[in-house]
């Protein structure tokens, strides 16, 4: 009986969260100084290096560069890679914890493909800055995905 009045709960709440008028749309100036700005905060951002290595196993090693701030929960650069920009198939070479800071950070993620998949010469890699967020919603309260930044690079694999 307890969990038949869940639903009808939780919606009368949104209406009146809905309902409710909001208090940072009153505290804020409409239209605020930019001289005023005493600190900016650096956008999130990920870079692909513009060469990949490939070895005979067919072990493939990418890299690049990270910044994100503002992070609630754990934060994974992830990468993967086409044999060319337009296809539909990418294989994921691994991903890395980040670390949102603010600060600029390397990444580097390997992984290993079939060998002949992939060979030496051009490729289209791809990262993303990913992080799992818990909102605390009811009932399950599992994390969701936020992705805070994203970089899609034609590369050149040369042999490790």
């Not at 100084?33 to 650096?42: E, H, R, W, Y």
């Not at 920009?85 to 991903?95: E, F, K, P, T």
Request: charged share 20%; glycine share 8%; with cysteine.
């Amino acid at each position: 009986m307890f969990l038949r009045k869940i639903p009808g709960v939780a919606a009368g709440a949104a209406l009146l969260m809905l309902a409710a008028p909001s208090a940072t749309a009153v505290d804020e100036p409409a239209d605020p100084d930019p001289a005023d700005a005493t600190t900016t905060v650096a956008a999130d951002v990920v870079t692909v290096d513009e060469t990949g290595r490939i070895a005979a196993d067919g072990t493939i090693t990418l890299s690049g560069t990270y910044r994100c701030s503002d992070s609630s929960g754990p934060v994974l650069v992830s990468s993967s890679l086409a044999a060319r920009a337009s296809s539909h198939v990418r294989y994921g070479i691994g991903g890395t914890r980040a670390v949102c800071d603010g600060a600029e950070h390397t990444w580097t993620s390997t992984g290993r493909t079939r060998p002949g998949r992939f060979e030496p010469g051009p490729a289209h890699a791809e990262a993303t800055v990913m992080e799992l967020r818990s909102d605390g919603s009811l009932p399950l309260n599992l994390p969701r995905p936020h992705v805070h930044a994203t970089q899609e690079q034609a590369i050149t694999l040369v042999e490790a």
